[in-house]
C-alpha cells in the first residue's frame, strides 16, 4: 500500500491530536498507522510529544516559565483568600471529618480571620450577592433561640376531618428526600392528578447542623412561598452533630438529652408549616442503615420525629418505613418487590436508590390518600 | 476532589508549586506526583486506591511480558489476559448490578436466569476512564506503538490527577513520552492553561449548573408535568448542558495540565456545528471516539470485511460505547441510536451533499443529536417514552426566561460562528502577563463562586461514568 509522508498528508496538520477520522471512513487504517509513524520518528526528539500543543502554537501561543506560573496561581489563590477567606472557613465546617477537613480548616481559620479583618469580602458580597441562587430565607432560625426543648406543641388548627383538596404538595428535606421527590411527582402525574408538586431537596443540610441551611427558617420560608396543601419530609442522613442545651452547653448525640432538643426542632419545623397554612405533615422514618455506627443517629431521630408527632395529634402523620425496608430493625439492600427481590439502597447503605424511593412514595400516596381528594 | 471546591483550590497551588522544584530531579519528582494523584484520589474513597494500583500492577506486568517476548502467540494471550483483567474490574464495579438485575430479567424471559447474588457496589469515580487507559498501554505496547515504562512512569500515567476521573482518554503513546524528559519549564503555557481553567468553570458552574436548575432537572424528572414548549427548550438545554459540563471540565483538565508542563489532547471541537454522524462524533468527545475506533472497530474488522460487516461493527461499536457510558438501558439505546446514525450516513454516503445544501444537513443533524441527548438523558426508558409525549403536548411554556434562551443560544450559537476568529479571541487572551491572568482568575472563581447554591457545585456529569 502506498502511504504519504504524515507530516505533508493535510488530515494530520495537527499532528496527533486532531482526529481526522472517526468511525466510518474506509482509510482510516492507514491514518491510524500514519499517526503512529509519525510519533515513531520523533521519539528520538526531546520533547517530541509537542505536537500536542500545535493547536495551541498554531496561533503564536506566548510562552512562560514554570516561576510565572507559580506566580500567577499564588496571586489567585492569595486573592481568593482575601476576598472570601470566611467561605473557606464555611467550607471546612461543612467537611465530613478527616484528613481533608483538617487541612481546610487549617487553612480556613487564618484565611477567615484575615477576611474577616479586611474590608474586601464585605465588598465583594455587596456587589455579587445579587448573583446568588439561594432563596433569603425568614423566620426564627433554631440557633436564634427558636427551640427550648420544653416547648410544647404551638397551637395550631385543627385538620379537617373531612379529605380535602389537594392542590400543592411539597416533598422536602436532605438528600434523603431524592429521588423520593421525582417519584412521587411522577405518580401524581402518572395517575393523571392535578397535583403541584414542589420539590425540593437541600442536599447536605442537616437539622442539628445549621451551617448550610437552617431548617428553622426555611420552613418557615417554604410555608410561605410555596403555601403547600401538605408536606412530605425525609431528612436525617446529616445528623448527629452536637446540639446547645437550653443552658447554653453543647449537647452530644444521642442521649436523651440530645433527642430532647433535636425533638423540639422538628416540632418547630412541624409548628412553621402548619401555622403556614399546611394541612397536614408526612414525615418518614430513618430505615436502619449498614453502618450500625449509625444507628444510635437514627434511632434518636426516629424517636423525635415519633415524639414531636404525637404532640401534634392528626395534623402530624409519620411514614414508616423500617418495617418495609428494615423489618426486625436489620439493615438489608434488597427487599422483595411484586415477589421478586429487588435492590432498594444506595451503595452507601444510607440512602434509597429509585426502586427503593418508588416504594417509599408508595407508601407516602397511601397516607395522602387517606386525607385528601385529588 | 472536585475541580471546583476549596480543598482543590487548596491542594493544587501546593502542588504546582512543589512539582516544578522538583521537575529537574526526576527520581524525586516522578514519586512526588504519584503520591499527589492518589492523594487526589483518596479524598473521594481511599479504598478506590487499592483498584487503581490493581490496575496499575497488572498493565505493566502485561506490557513488560508483551515486550519481552517476539513469540507472536504469547503476545497475544499476555495482552488478552491484561486487557480482560483490566475490563473485569470495569465490569464488576460498573456492571455487575445491570446484569444481575436488568440483564437477569430479560434472561429470565427465555429461561437463562443467573441466580447470581444481589449486591450494591459502589462503582468507583474515574474507574471507566482509566481503565480504558490502561488497556491503550497495554495494547499500544502490544502493537509496537509504545514500549513499556518502567512502574512509575506507567503509574503516573494512569493516576495523574489532572486527567483521571474523566478524561480526556490520553493513549499511553501520546503521554509516556512527556516523561522520558522533564518538562521544559521556560516554556510553559501558563497563561493558555489558566484561561482554560477560567473558562471551564464558567462553562460548568455558571451555565451547566444553572441550566440544570432552572430548566433541565425540573422537565427530566416528571415530563409528564410540562407540555410541548418547556420540553423542547429542556431538550435543547439539556443539548447546552451536557456540552459546558463536559468541556467545561476538559478545559480544566487541559488548562491544570498546561501549568504542569503537560499537554492533553483536544476532546471537543464544536460538536454542535456538525453536518452529520461521523461529523459530530469527530468533535464530540474526540478521545473516546478514537479508542473505540482504535481498539474496537478496527479489531472488529471495521470496513474491511464487507458492507453488512461494516454495518454490524459500527453498530457493535457504538452500543457497547453507549454501555460504556453507563450500566442503563437508556445508554445501551442511545448508543444503539448513533450507530444507526452512522450506519445511514455511511450507506448514503457521498450522495447527502449532493442532495441537501448545508443548513439543512445541519440542522437535521442538531435535532437528531438532541433526540439522542432525551434517550442519554432519561433515567429509562419509560421516562424516554414520557418525554416523548411531552414534546407534542400542547400546553403553556413555563420556564422560558431571557437568562435561560440566552445561555441555550450562547453555548449552540458560538459553535455555529467561524472557528479561527473565536480560537484567535481566546488564544490572544492566553498571551496576556501570568500575573495579570492570576488577578483575572480570581475575578472569574469570585465572581463563579457567587453564583454556587449553598449545596455546592454538582458533581460533573460526566464523573457517574
Redo the contacts between chains.
Sequence with gaps: MAKSRPRDDPRLR?G???????????D??SI?EME?EA??G??GE?????S??E??D????????????????????L??LI??GG??RK??D??DPGI?RD??KA??GPAGWISDELPFAET?RDL??W????EQLSGTGFEAGGVSPGRAAAVTPPPPSMPQALNRLLVTGDSLSTPL??ET??KF??QGAAVE?T?DP????GISNSG??DWGQLSSTQAANDDPDAVVLFIGANEGYPLPSPNGAQVSCCGPQWEAVFRSRIGQMMDNYLRGGTQRVYWLTIPTQRDPARKPISDAVNQAIEGAAAQRGASVRVVDLRPTFTPGDSYR??IPIDGK???V?????IHL??EGSSVAADLVLQAVDRDFDY | MLFP???F??F??VV??IS?AL?SRQPLWKPFIVVASYVFYA?VDPRFCLLLGAITVDSQLAAVGIHRTEDERLRKWICASGVVFDLGILAVFKYY?FFV?DVSDVLDTVGLGMPLP??????PVGVSFFSFQAVTYIVDVK?R?TEPANLLDAAIYLSFFPHLVAGPIV?A??FL??LR?P????????????TLVALGLIKKVMIAD?LA?ELVD?VF??P??YSAPDAILAAYGYAAQIFCDFSGYTDMAIGLAL?L?F????NFNSPYRATGF?DF??RWH??L??F???YL??PLG???KGKVR?YIN?MA??TLGGLWHGAAWNFVAWGAFQGTG?SA??AI?GRLGRIFPGWLRWFVTFNLIVVGWILFRS?DLSLFGDYMAALVRSGPATLYSVPVVGAIALVIGLQLLPERPM??IE??I??LQ??L???A???V???V????????VPPFIYFRF
Design positions: 495537527d496527533a491530536t486532531r482526529i481526522e477520522s472517526v468511525l466510518v471512513p474506509e482510516f487504517e491510524a503512529a510519533r515513531a520523533r521519539e526531546p520533547h517530541g510529544d509537542d500536542l500543543m493547536r495551541f498554531r496561533w503564536d501561543l506566548r510562552r512562560f516559565t514554570a516561576s510565572d506560573a507559580v506566580k500567577a496561581v499564588v496571586l489567585t489563590t486573592l481568593l476576598f472570601a467561605a473557606v467550607a471546612a461543612e467537611l481533608g487541612v481546610v487553612v480556613g465583594r455579587t450577592s448573583l446568588s441562587p439561594d421527590d421525582i411527582a411522577r402525574a402518572d408538586v420539590r437541600h442536599l447536605a443540610t448550610l441551611v439492600d434488597a427481590q429487588t435492590i439502597r444506595e451503595s452507601d447503605g436508590n429509585e | 471546591t476549596v480543598e483550590a487548596i493544587f497551588p504546582l508549586a516544578w521537575m479524598a448490578g438485575t444481589l449486591a450494591t457496589i459502589a462503582l502493537r506503538q493513549r503513546s501520546e513520552p512527556q524528559a518538562r521544559n519549564p521556560s516554556r510553559v503555557a501558563v497563561s493558555a492553561g489558566l444553572y436548575r425540573p424528572a416528571v409528564q408535568a501549568l508542563g499537554v492533553f489532547p483536544q461521523r462524533w469527530r474526540m478521545t471516539s478514537r473505540l475506533r482504535d472497530y478496527i471495521g470496513n474491511r461494516t459500527l461499536t457504538m452512522l450516513e455511511h454516503r433515567t480560537e484567535g488564544l490572544r492566553s498571551r501570568p500575573l491572568m492570576g488577578a482568575l480570581a475575578l472563581v469570585l465572581v463562586g457567587a453564583t454556587v447554591p449553598s449545596q455546592g
